[in-house]
């Protein structure tokens, strides 16, 4: 082919334009043919074996957030505005929500019209009192008169604290219909609507801090003592590229109690701010408990790059004839060095192809498995 190209770009210029079309034909023929021997190239393999491997095991997990706060009404009334929806960004102090104010606001101008008659009765015993005091002084009265204008004045004094007292309580009923956030974070989600009536306790909104965060898991009785016992525990996520990035917990601790019904456990695994930046509460993780080396078991084990994700389907490529054939498997712990657990689907001895892509080809062919 290439000595039939060199002959034509060789030829007058006339006749080169007139086969430059059979020139970029030759050379699309060329690059089809060169893609057709990559894809009839054989597919390498390996053969799968047992293997000793640290004692893992693993348990679905979720990410939670440290710092959560569902907020709740105060006071009672018609919702009149709420300002937030799920997935707002909020600071502390912020308005989430405002319920009918009406009833309280004739609360604050009773205690109002309260403490200008305790003052008004106040100003009055005082003055009263201190003629009372002068007359005393003088002999026009007795001494019981004067007790007597000492307690009037007491009791103007204690009404008068009782009435400021009364307005306080008044104007803090009020603040209640202003809900508001209780730290900077996102709004989680909202329970209720405009128009929706509030009573006390009735949730409003959920909101959350972004950090710090944690993965929360259920173990089962059965392994909490191993889980305690555990020289190792990572947090694994899926990065959604089928690689699997592994978070180390800053600190971990178990709850001093067991769920009557399920027999588990919950532990909490704090997480590096660093780290847990991209994840969010509510994401399922994976949380594996490994035993160190020194406590091994057989696991059959194969490359990550083998495995083939689709949808809810986890397989591998096994050569099966003089091709492959798509093989369900049931997947543990990742291992070190890029390999995973095989549970269930393969037994010893099996060929499973490193490059899943030019398995799936329809006249793949497989190569010598590697050991």
């Known amino acids: 082919m290439r000595m039939n190209l060199v002959s034509v770009f060789s030829d007058a210029t006339g006749s080169q334009k007139s086969r430059l079309p059979a020139i970029a034909a030759a050379m ?19 053969a799968v074996l047992a293997k000793s491997v640290g004692a893992t095991y693993e348990l679905d997990g979720v990410i939670e957030a440290v710092k959560q706060s569902t907020v709740s009404a105060q006071a009672s009334g018609r919702i009149v505005t709420l ?7 909020v600071r502390a102090g912020q308005t989430l929500a405002t319920i009918d104010d009406r009833e309280a606001s004739v609360g604050v101008q009773r205690s109002q ?20 005091k002068e007359l005393q002084s003088k002999g026009f009265v007795s001494k019981a008169a004067l007790d007597g204008a000492d307690l009037q004045y007491k009791s103007a004094v204690a009404m008068a604290e009782q009435a400021a007292a009364g307005a306080k309580q008044t104007a803090l009923a009020q603040g209640f219909t202003r809900v508001t956030a209780p730290m900077d974070g996102w709004v989680l989600q909202t329970h209720a609507q405009a128009g929706d009536l509030a009573v006390p306790g009735k949730p409003l909104a959920t909101v959350y801090a972004p950090q710090p965060l944690r993965a929360v898991v259920q173990v089962p009785a059965s392994r909490n003592l ?10 694994q996520v899926d990065d959604g590229s089928g690689s699997t990035l592994a978070i180390a917990p800053v600190s971990r601790s178990a709850i001093p109690s067991a769920d009557p019904v399920a027999q588990t456990t919950e532990w909490r ?56 054939a798509l093989r369900a498997v049931r997947l543990g712990a990742v291992q070190a060095g890029e390999s995973v657990e095989v549970l269930a689907g393969l037994v010893p001895g099996d060929q499973v192809a490193t490059d899943p892509v030019r398995a799936s080809a329809v006249k793949a062919q497989a190569a010598k498995a590697a050991q």
């Open 28 to 46: 699309a023929f060329g690059v089809l043919a060169t893609a057709s021997m990559a894809q009839n190239a054989p597919v390498p393999t390996v």
């Open 83 to 89: 300002t937030v929806k799920a997935g707002d960004k």
């Open 113 to 132: 019209a309260q403490i200008n008659q305790a003052d008004a009765e106040l100003r009055n015993a005082r003055a009263q009192l201190e003629r009372t």
């Open 226 to 235: 191993s889980a305690r016992s555990a020289s190792q525990t990572t947090v």
């Open 269 to 324: 695994l704090e997480l590096p701010a660093k780290e847990a930046a991209s994840l969010v509460p509510g994401q399922q993780v994976r949380v594996q408990f490994a035993q160190g080396q020194s406590s091994t078991v057989s696991r059959i084990v194969v490359p990550r790059a083998a495995v083939v994700r689709r949808g809810e389907l986890t397989a591998v490529y096994v050569v099966s004839g003089t091709g492959f």
